[in-house]
């Protein structure tokens, strides 16, 4: 029996036996075979070994390796297999879709290789997954077929097809090399960046700088600061967390910074026992660290300590933490469980020590939150256009909540319990202003979680302020009974109190302008100056954050 017979009745043999099970769950059971020795295929074809065929199936180039050969019947079992499932289900012959596949792997004798429609550039913390989850719910939500992705490394390739009888296969590429390359290319990645032409969408983790909004604009592509342009995706936000025992409830952002950095090292340096503090950090490659560094270590001019223990899996830094009566630790919001305890960050002494909650973040009040931008030229492809209305539609935003990240779009029941639980510690706060307090007696935020916030001197909204104004307007316009709408401004503290008084007051009455040309109706409009400061004030993004106005509904 030679070589290929004995081949040809494995794959038989293999097909025979899965021929009763169910055909989606199979299929899906096939697609985790496949991934788990994608590596091992990709390592073979990359170096000659195996060859991709105009039949959909791999051909291998050598003699004698068994290696090479257990791997070509494996995944050639697999295909062939999933060819029946796909052609059964739509009623075509498995020769078609294997062709049809073979076209979207490049195979030899293949004459039309995938169409690219878009390519993404840019930052790690959306590539890694936002980006990805975003495309596959737009693809699907487009009714596109046979939807596959490959990942390596930080680049994340789709292909897929428009529709079942669709001989064209269609790609989207999405390269995370950093937030720089969304605008500019750099001797390290020199074909990335909106500048020189090379991604239609840019992903950042922070908001364009002034110099690269030149760049863009000198290359011919416009200016990326307006609301066409710039797209604030999502809201990523950091909890600290520590073990149950330790006695520390609280830290304003500069003692976080402080144990982090290794500034300090024992407990007792805030109220706890005189022991050493033990930091529980993420690896340096991943979404969250990067969100971290930007927020805690950067502003302060230092780095992480050189003993803190590294984690590439969140869910085993909380099991650490969790395990350890002395320890510290930073992880997204979404792995916050029971095992372990939050810390509540002061942005400093003056303000209110905030728990990281989807309100906290969502109203970008919590220290350690920020937002994510997706970025376009105005002049940009039909496919463009529509990804990014998805991405900042209800449904997009849903998808954001999917990824652990927060949405922007309409709340979901974790949302509604928070922001009445808020309520209530804002009217037991002696703090708290009385006549504010008056205000929000007999109101809400269920509808409303995002603040509206301005640039120093500006009383028009910042882009995402303006988004999320057409998202509450449209909110509104579903509700059955007619409410009142309030919108209770604030400001830094920079100027005297009468003129910040009189500020606060003239950004919530461009608020509720902003809403009216919306279509909202029964809008009042009232200020509180400087009162209330969520952030610090003896920086420019803490005055930032606290010229903002709060929208309160009665209903």
């Not at 969304?182 to 840019?202: R, S, V």
């Not at 939150?369 to 935003?397: E, H, I, N, T, V």
Request: hydrophobic share 40%.
């Amino acid at each position: 029996m030679n070589r290929w017979t004995t081949i040809l009745l494995t794959l038989l043999a293999s097909l025979t036996l899965l021929a009763a099970a169910d055909p989606k769950e199979e299929f899906r059971e096939l697609n985790n075979s496949r991934n788990l020795r994608s590596e091992l295929v990709k390592f073979l074809k990359g170096s000659g070994k195996l060859r991709e065929t105009a039949d959909g199936t791999l051909i291998s180039t050598v003699e004698g390796d068994p290696a090479v050969e257990s791997a070509m019947v494996a995944e050639n079992r697999d295909r062939l297999r999933q060819f029946e499932i796909l052609a059964d289900s739509e009623d075509r012959d498995s020769a078609t879709v294997a062709k049809e596949f073979a076209v979207r792997m490049g195979g030899s004798g293949v004459a039309a290789p995938p169409v690219r429609v878009l390519t993404f550039n840019g930052s790690n913390t959306i590539g890694a997954s936002l980006a990805p989850e975003l495309v596959r719910a737009w693809l699907e939500y487009r009714g596109a077929v046979e939807i596959t992705h490959q990942r390596e490394g930080t680049e994340t390739a789709f292909t897929y097809r428009d529709h079942p009888r669709d001989a064209q296969w269609k790609s989207i590429v999405l390269a995370a090399h950093g937030s720089s390359t969304a605008f500019t290319a750099d001797e390290t990645y020199p074909e990335t960046g909106l500048a020189g032409g090379f991604c239609d969408i840019g992903m950042s983790s922070r908001p364009i700088k002034s110099n690269e909004i030149d760049i863009i604009a000198a290359s011919g592509k416009g200016r990326l600061e307006m609301a066409n342009t710039e797209f604030p995706v999502a809201v990523d936000g950091v909890a600290i967390i520590r073990h149950p025992d330790v006695p520390v409830t609280k830290l304003t952002l500069a003692q976080v910074t402080a144990i982090f950095s290794g500034g300090a090292t024992r407990w007792s340096e805030f109220g706890g026992p005189d022991q050493p503090i033990r930091v529980y950090s993420r690896d340096f490659h991943s979404g969250t660290y990067d969100s971290f560094n930007e927020k805690v270590l950067k502003p302060a001019d230092v780095k992480l300590r050189e003993d803190a223990q590294l984690f590439e899996d969140s869910g085993e830094l909380v099991r650490s933490v969790a395990a350890d009566p002395l320890g510290i630790g930073f992880v997204g919001l979404a792995y916050v469980n029971s095992t372990v305890a939050q810390v509540a960050v002061q942005a400093a002494a003056d303000t209110r020590p905030l728990m990281a909650t989807r309100l906290t973040i969502k109203t970008l009040d919590f220290p350690l939150s920020r937002l994510l931008y997706l970025y376009a030229p105005l002049k940009r492809s039909k496919a463009a256009s529509d990804f990014l209305d998805f991405a900042m539609s209800d449904r997009g935003q849903e998808a954001v909540d999917r990824t652990g990240l927060i949405g922007q779009g309409k709340p979901i029941a974790t949302d509604i319990a928070e922001v009445d639980g808020y309520k209530e510690s804002l009217l037991a706060d002696p703090a708290v202003p009385s006549d504010y307090k008056e205000l929000i007696r007999n109101a809400d935020r269920r509808d409303s979680m995002a603040n509206i916030r301005f640039a120093s001197g500006r009383t028009e909204p910042d882009v995402n302020s303006q988004a999320n104004l057409q998202r509450l307007a449209g909110a509104l316009a579903e509700l059955a009974t007619p409410v009142e709408v309030l919108c209770i401004g604030f400001t830094d503290s920079r100027g005297s109190v009468k003129a910040n008084m009189t500020t606060s007051a003239e950004r919530s009455r461009a608020a509720a302008g902003f809403l009216t040309t919306l279509g909202v109706t029964n809008v009042t409009a009232h200020g509180f100056g400087e009162a209330m400061p969520v952030a610090d004030n003896d920086n420019e993004p803490g005055r930032a954050a606290n010229r903002r106005v709060e929208i309160w509904i009665r209903r």
